[in-house]
T-cell receptor, first 113, second 112 residues
Framework: DQQVKQNSPSLSVQEGRISILNCDYT??????FLWYKKYPAEGPTFLIS?????DKNEDGRFTVFLNKSAKHLSLHIVPSQPGDSAVYFC????????????FGTGTSLTVIP | SQTIHQWPATLVQPVGSPLSLECTVE??????LYWYRQAAGRGLQLLFY??????ISSEVPQNLSASRPQDRQFILSSKKLLLSDSGFYLC???????????FGNGTRLTVT
C-alpha cells in the first residue's frame, strides 16, 4: 500500500512562474517530511524538509507547506528556472516508530524557457 | 564532510547469476543505512534498512538480502537474479532524528 502519493506524474511551467508540486500521505504517524530532486541516472538530492510541528519552511526559492489535517504537503518553487527541470520526490518518516523513509512516485517538472 | 560511495555504476547480469552491490559511507559513525530500488517509471521502494552492525530490517519479501558487516558498509545480495530484479538501486544514509537521507549515485542493474 502506497503511504505517500504524488498524483501528478508531470508538470510544465514557464520560466519565472511558480511551480507547485503536491504530495499526499495516509499514515497519521508521519512527522517528518522531505522533498528531493532527481536527475536521470543519479541519486536523489535533498532539497528541503519540514517537521510536523511546523506548517511552513522556506529555503531560498523553495518553500514547503504542510497541512496535517488534510495529510497534504506541497513544494513551491518561485521563480522557476530551467535548471529546476527534474523529477521531484516527496518522502515521509515516522521518527517515533522507526527509521524508515517512504517515497512517493515522483513528479517530473519541466520548466520551459 | 560525509560521503557515500556506491559501486558499480552499471551492471548487466544473466538470469540466475548472483549479485553483490556494495555501499560505504565516510565521515560519520553509526549511520542508519538503506537500500532502495527504483523500477522503470516507478517511485523509490524501500528494500532494507539497518540501524547497526548485523541489524537488518526488510520491508518487502523478495529475492534479495542485505548485510552490514561493518559500521559503514552495507551490501545488497542475491543468490539467483530474476528478470524482475532489474532496476536502479540506491544506497542512502542518515544519522536519524530530524536528519534527511543522503543518497549515493546508484547502480543500474539489468538482468538479461
Amino acid at each position: 500500500d502506497q503511504q505517500v502519493k504524488q498524483n501528478s506524474p508531470s508538470l510544465s511551467v514557464q520560466e519565472g512562474r511558480i511551480s507547485i508540486l503536491n504530495c499526499d500521505y495516509t499514515n497519521s504517524m508521519f512527522d517528518y517530511f522531505l522533498w528531493y530532486k532527481k536527475y536521470p541516472a543519479e541519486g536523489p538530492t535533498f532539497l528541503i524538509s519540514i517537521s510536523s510541528i511546523k506548517d511552513k519552511n522556506e529555503d531560498g526559492r523553495f518553500t514547503v507547506f504542510l497541512n496535517k489535517s488534510a495529510k497534504h504537503l506541497s513544494l513551491h518553487i518561485v521563480p522557476s528556472q530551467p535548471g529546476d527541470s527534474a523529477v521531484y520526490f516527496c518522502a515521509a518518516s515516522a521518527r517515533r516508530t522507526g527509521n524508515q523513509f517512504y517515497f512517493g512516485t515522483g513528479t517530473s517538472l519541466t520548466v520551459i524557457p | 564532510s560525509q560521503t557515500i560511495h556506491q559501486w558499480p555504476a552499471t551492471l548487466v547480469q544473466p538470469v540466475g547469476s548472483p549479485l553483490s552491490l556494495e555501499c560505504t559511507v565516510e565521515g560519520t559513525s553509526n549511520p542508519n543505512l538503506y537500500w532502495y530500488r527504483q523500477a522503470a517509471g516507478r517511485g523509490l521502494q524501500l528494500l532494507f534498512y539497518s540501524v547497526g552492525i548485523g541489524q537488518i530490517s526488510s520491508e518487502v519479501p523478495q529475492n534479495l538480502s542485505a548485510s552490514r558487516p561493518q559500521d559503514r558498509q552495507f551490501i545488497l545480495s542475491s543468490k539467483k537474479l530474476l528478470l524482475s530484479d532489474s532496476g536502479f538501486y540506491l544506497c542512502a544514509w542518515s544519522v536519524g532524528g530530524n536528519s534527511p537521507l543522503h543518497f549515493g549515485n546508484g547502480t543500474r542493474l539489468t538482468v538479461t
